[in-house]
């Protein structure tokens, strides 16, 4: 609006100019009618260009505020997606990590392939760091116990029920923890140089999967 204003006060004022120029006979009418129509196409042009510029800047708001609701939208579904994948995961969860001690190592592998799987699409899917962390532990917990009965079972038949279970009894139950009871097999079988490969590659296997949720 003050464009428009501020140019129909500059073109009153060059016609009145140009009228008095003209009324002077300081220029031909020809001339007079040329500068006026150079002026109000200079006009036109002028306003046609400020009106193109709102008209652009009405759809670029108009689009931003459709961009802006599908945004908003897509936002929505991705809550409520999340919100049906979080109690998928929870079920899968469960199933996934329920009796792995009678898993064969086939079908542990697959749930680590799965874990990887699942960590991905959280990601994709923008979930909070905690909730990948919780399913990535409890998939590598449920793969932790599997590889400790694989560790029972071989040091039961390396050792026999009796010499085994000796060893298991010399501490209480509740003072046992995994990362002990692995520290002080490997001393005792060195100690008593009952080693066995099967038995060093048991132990090997449970550290490094401890270590770096990898099995190798």
């Known amino acids: 609006?003050?464009?428009?204003?501020?140019?129909?006060?500059?073109?009153?004022?060059?016609?009145a100019l140009f009228t008095t120029l003209l009324t002077l006979k300081r220029i031909r009418n020809l001339v007079y009618f040329a500068l006026v129509a150079l002026l109000i196409l200079f006009d036109f042009a002028v306003l046609s260009l400020d009106k193109i510029y709102f008209l652009h800047k009405a759809q670029d708001d108009a689009y931003l505020e459709k961009l802006n609701e599908k945004e908003s939208a897509i936002n929505q579904q991705l809550v409520l997606y999340?919100?049906?994948?979080?109690?998928?995961?929870?079920?899968?969860?469960?199933?996934?990590?329920e009796n792995t001690i009678n898993d064969s190592e086939a079908a542990i592998r697959q749930k680590l392939t799965i874990?990887?799987?699942?960590?991905?699409?959280?990601?994709?899917?923008?979930?909070d760091d905690g909730?990948?962390?919780?399913?990535?532990?409890?998939?590598?917990?449920?793969?932790?116990?599997?590889?400790?009965?694989?560790?029972?079972?071989?040091?039961?038949?390396?050792?026999?029920?009796?010499?085994?279970?000796?060893?298991?009894?010399?501490?209480?139950?509740?003072?046992?923890?995994?990362?002990?009871?692995?520290?002080?097999?490997?001393?005792?079988?060195?100690k008593h140089a009952l080693l066995?490969?099967?038995?060093?590659?048991?132990?090997?296997?449970?550290?490094?999967?401890?270590?770096?949720?990898?099995?190798?």
């Not at 999340?82 to 990590?97: G, K, N, P």
């Not at 874990?115 to 979930?127: H, Y």
């Open 1 to 15: 609006m003050s464009l428009t204003l501020f140019l129909l006060l500059i073109s009153i004022g060059f016609i």
């Open 82 to 97: 999340r919100e049906l994948t979080s109690i998928q995961l929870d079920m899968a969860l469960s199933v996934m990590t």
């Open 115 to 127: 874990r990887d799987k699942l960590v991905n699409q959280m990601r994709v899917l923008q979930f």
């Open 131 to 190: 909730k990948i962390q919780h399913v990535q532990e409890q998939i590598n917990l449920a793969v932790h116990r599997y590889l400790m009965e694989q560790l029972n079972q071989a040091g039961i038949q390396a050792l026999g029920h009796r010499t085994y279970g000796e060893f298991v009894r010399s501490r209480p139950r509740q003072e046992w923890t995994d990362s002990l009871f692995i520290q002080e097999l490997e001393a005792f079988l060195k």
């Open 196 to 216: 066995s490969d099967e038995l060093k590659q048991r132990l090997h296997l449970i550290k490094v999967f401890d270590s770096s949720g990898v099995l190798l």
